[in-house]
């Protein structure tokens, strides 16, 4: 069965951050063209408009393309109040994340330097998972070569076409923290913990109504356990 393990709030307490996101971490935006890594009906849905989290010392940890824009059914009301994660069906295609160098992702998991896309899931939340992530919202990271679709999936194949990832059972994860109010321009903050956050605004269409969804991707950040 899939596991998603974070930190337990009692050991969170007793952390030093190793790193402050807000000041040792960049974002750079710039024109570049979605990887030719991605199959040709996944890069048509992504922006030109490459976001990079940057080390101190300028070297690239990341670089993101986000889709154009994000379908949901949500209803107006939903819309009004402000939409969630809740709101966007999951297996969701939301962009595409390149790592120039190995990257750990939230579980401690290795997963390879290359191109992968990113999809929401939902965590359960069953006595399995009760208390394994501070959130239950996750992007699951798959081989851009083994995406062959835009569209939803069920879940169960997400989580087997994430596994490639780590070339294990579990999947890859990219926790994702709260963002109920985004700025406009990307920006990397630091949570508890030593973690860091990449938060952005992207569009979204909920039955031809416009709006939009603040996403905090963790880029650096694990479970302690």
């Not at 402000?82 to 939301?94: N, S, V, W």
């Amino acid at each position: 069965m899939l596991r998603y393990f974070a930190a337990s709030c009692l050991a969170a307490l007793f952390i030093v951050p190793l790193l402050r996101a807000d000041d040792d971490l960049k974002v750079k935006s710039e024109k570049a063209a979605p990887p030719t890594e991605l199959r040709d009906s996944i890069r048509a849905l992504l922006v030109e408009d490459a976001v990079q989290v940057q080390g101190a010392g300028g070297e690239t940890m990341a670089t993101f393309w986000f889709r154009k824009t994000l379908p949901s059914k949500a209803a107006p009301e939903q819309v009004k109040g402000g939409l969630t994660y809740r709101e966007i069906q999951p297996t969701t295609l939301i962009g595409a994340v390149r790592f120039p160098q190995a990257w750990s992702d939230f579980r401690k998991q290795k997963i390879p330097a290359g191109v992968y896309t990113l999809r929401l899931a939902i965590q359960p939340e069953n006595g399995d998972h009760q208390g394994t992530a501070p959130f239950n919202e996750f992007c699951l990271l798959s081989p851009a070569a083994k995406d062959s679709s835009p569209d939803t999936m069920e879940p169960k194949e997400l989580h087997e076409l994430s596994a490639n990832s780590v070339g294990s059972s579990h999947p890859g994860v990219m926790l994702l923290y709260p963002n109920s109010k985004p700025e406009d321009e990307p920006k990397v903050v630091g949570k508890s913990g030593g973690t860091s956050v990449l938060n952005v605004k992207r569009p979204v269409e909920a039955n031809g109504v416009k709006t939009f969804l603040g996403f905090g991707f963790t880029v650096v950040g694990q479970t302690k356990e």
